[in-house]
C-alpha cells in the first residue's frame, strides 16, 4: 500500500450502502445513491436497488 491507500475512493460511486442503521433511509446525493439498510433480524427489512435507475424498494417481512 506504498503507492495508495486502498480505503480512499478517488471516483464517486453510484451506489453507496451502509448496513446496521437504526432505520432505512435514502437519498440521491450528486449523482450517488446513499442507501442506510437496517439489520434484517432487528427490522425484518430487505432493500432491492435498480441498477439502472438506483430506485429503491422496500421488502418488508413479517413473523408467522
Do not use: W
Amino acid at each position: 500500500h506504498a503507492q495508495a491507500d486502498p480505503m480512499v475512493l478517488t471516483e464517486r460511486p453510484a451506489l453507496y450502502v451502509c448496513g446496521g442503521s437504526k432505520e432505512f433511509q435514502t437519498s440521491l446525493v450528486n449523482g450517488t445513491r446513499l442507501v442506510c439498510v437496517p439489520s434484517f433480524s432487528a427490522s425484518r427489512i430487505a432493500v432491492l436497488v435498480n441498477l439502472t435507475t438506483l430506485q429503491t424498494e422496500v421488502l418488508k417481512f413479517e413473523d408467522q
